[in-house]
């Protein structure tokens, strides 16, 4: 029997989302299925670099930015939306073409709302059953679930009861059909390695924040002896800036690389996005938190890091070192340890 063919699509916004498809495209390869990688940009490069041995292809570009200013982030989103509807039309088309050209045998999108087909198994992943907005969370939420509903099943990387790590975004109230947790997958393992780095910095996350974010750690961080690796986070060959003695500068770190600075670092300082909490908990690391302004997704993430007291948190514009030291007092994130039978998972590629 030949071996069944799954498309993996995640979305380009920042590199969360293709960074946790990586052990699940690891895992399909184990259960002998083939994946085939569908992205853009920076997530595209990502996974080709990642798995060069399979097949990839460029889908349409969602070309999401923020805004310098955090407040204003919802209601661009909002002006955006004629612009991701189009982008959604787009991906499907695209994806029909990439069906009858390869003869897929199921679907994964990863929040790529427009990545399925009528006629396969198709699987959307999403830690966000829950969607958070503020004063529009109710609708924000309702919308997301509607599309979800388009799907055969929800796959949610997370723990299915207490403990767990995404809180109200992964947990509705209400039970909702289809939906199936994955538990914490990461493409990390947790290794007893001499501590080389203090600080770790792994930057992520779409522009023009992500470089901010870089210009105030950078200007703090120099004020310190400390040793400390910074990874900008940024998928190309461009020399980095120039490194202060104390501090050690990568543009981006891959697979074993990236496994290894991790697991020698004491302290990581990031972003609070979900994939970045997953790989931290796997690993069992210290952590502090900086959300992404205007996201009320990572604000919700760090805060509630912080009231479990796992990782400690401050605005961006609010960071200095004296912050840092509060880390001694938090226990660092752990996984809630729920293991995923990936063979059940898998089980609904075989049934068409």
Same mark, same amino acid.
């Given at each position: 029997?030949?071996?069944?063919?799954?498309?993996?699509?995640?979305?380009?916004?920042?590199?969360?989302?293709?960074?946790r498809?990586?052990?699940?495209?690891?895992?399909?390869?184990?259960?002998?299925?083939?994946?085939?990688?569908?992205?853009?940009?920076?997530?595209?490069?990502?996974?080709k670099?990642?798995?060069?041995?399979?097949?990839?292809?460029?889908?349409?570009?969602?070309?999401?930015?923020?805004?310098?200013?955090?407040?204003?982030?919802?209601?661009?989103?909002?002006?955006?939306?004629?612009?991701?509807?189009? $982008?959604?039309?787009?991906?499907?088309? =695209?994806?029909?073409?990439? +069906?009858? %050209?390869?003869? &897929?045998? #199921?679907?994964?999108?990863?929040?790529?709302?427009?990545?399925?087909?009528?006629?396969l198994?198709?699987?959307?992943?999403?830690?966000?059953?829950?969607?958070?907005?503020?004063?529009?969370?109710?609708l924000?939420?309702?919308?997301?679930?509607?599309?979800?509903?388009?799907?055969?099943?929800?796959?949610?990387?997370?723990?299915?009861?207490?403990?767990?790590?995404?809180?109200?975004?992964?947990?509705?109230?209400?039970?909702?059909?289809?939906?199936?947790?994955?538990?914490?997958?990461?493409?990390?393992?947790?290794?007893?390695?001499?501590?080389?780095?203090?600080?770790?910095?792994?930057?992520?996350?779409?522009?023009?924040?992500?470089?901010?974010?870089?210009?105030?750690?950078?200007?703090?961080?120099?004020?310190?002896?400390?040793?400390?690796?910074?990874?900008?986070?940024?998928? $190309?060959?461009?020399q980095?800036?120039? =490194?202060?003695?104390?501090? +050690?500068? %990568?543009?981006? &770190?891959? #697979?074993?690389?990236?496994?290894?600075?991790?697991?020698?670092?004491?302290?990581?300082?990031?972003?609070?996005?979900?994939?970045?909490?997953?790989?931290?908990?796997?690993?069992?690391?210290?952590?502090?938190?900086?959300?992404?302004?205007?996201?009320?997704?990572q604000?919700?993430?760090?805060?509630?890091?912080?009231?479990?007291?796992?990782?400690?948190?401050?605005?961006?514009?609010?960071?200095?070192?004296?912050?840092?030291?509060?880390?001694?007092?938090?226990?660092?994130?752990?996984?809630?340890?729920?293991?995923?039978?990936?063979?059940?998972?898998?089980s609904?590629?075989?049934?068409?």
């Open positions: 029997m030949r071996s069944r063919r799954i498309l993996v699509a995640p979305i380009n916004w920042g590199l969360g989302h293709a960074t498809c990586i052990p699940l495209i690891q895992k399909l390869e184990e259960k002998d299925f083939t994946p085939i990688i569908a992205s853009d940009g920076a997530a595209l490069e990502l996974l670099k990642e798995f060069p041995h399979l097949k990839a292809f460029e889908l349409p570009s969602y070309n999401i930015t923020y805004t310098s200013r955090g407040s204003l982030l919802k209601w661009k989103l909002l002006l955006d939306s004629p612009h991701i509807l189009k $982008n959604i039309k787009k991906e499907k088309r =695209a994806t029909q073409i990439l +069906v009858e %050209k390869l003869n &897929l045998h #199921g679907i994964i999108s990863d929040s790529r709302f427009g990545v399925r087909y009528k006629h198994p198709n699987v959307f992943i999403t830690h966000q059953l829950n969607v958070l907005s503020g004063n529009t969370t109710f924000s939420s309702r919308l997301h679930q509607r599309y979800i509903r388009k799907y055969d099943e929800c796959w949610v990387p997370d723990a299915p009861g207490k403990p767990n790590l995404s809180g109200f975004l992964g947990h509705p109230r209400a039970q909702q059909e289809a939906v199936k947790y994955m538990g914490i997958i990461s493409r990390f393992e947790k290794k007893d390695l001499p501590q080389v780095y203090e600080y770790m910095v792994l930057l992520s996350g779409p522009e023009p924040q992500r470089s901010l974010l870089e210009e105030i750690l950078f200007k703090k961080l120099k004020q310190t002896d400390k040793k400390i690796l910074f990874v900008r986070g940024v998928v $190309n060959k461009d980095p800036p120039m =490194a202060a003695p104390n501090i +050690v500068i %990568k543009n981006y &770190l891959f #697979g074993q690389e990236l496994e290894h600075a991790l697991n020698s670092s004491n302290v990581v300082i990031s972003r609070s996005g979900y994939t970045t909490l997953m790989d931290l908990a796997k690993l069992e690391k210290r952590a502090f938190f900086i959300p992404t302004p205007g996201q009320f997704e604000k919700y993430l760090a805060d509630r890091m912080k009231k479990l007291g796992f990782a400690p948190s401050c605005e961006q514009e609010d960071f200095d070192l004296e912050k840092l030291k509060k880390v001694k007092n938090y226990s660092g994130l752990s996984d809630p340890g729920f293991i995923c039978d990936y063979s059940g998972l898998f609904l590629f075989q049934s068409k």
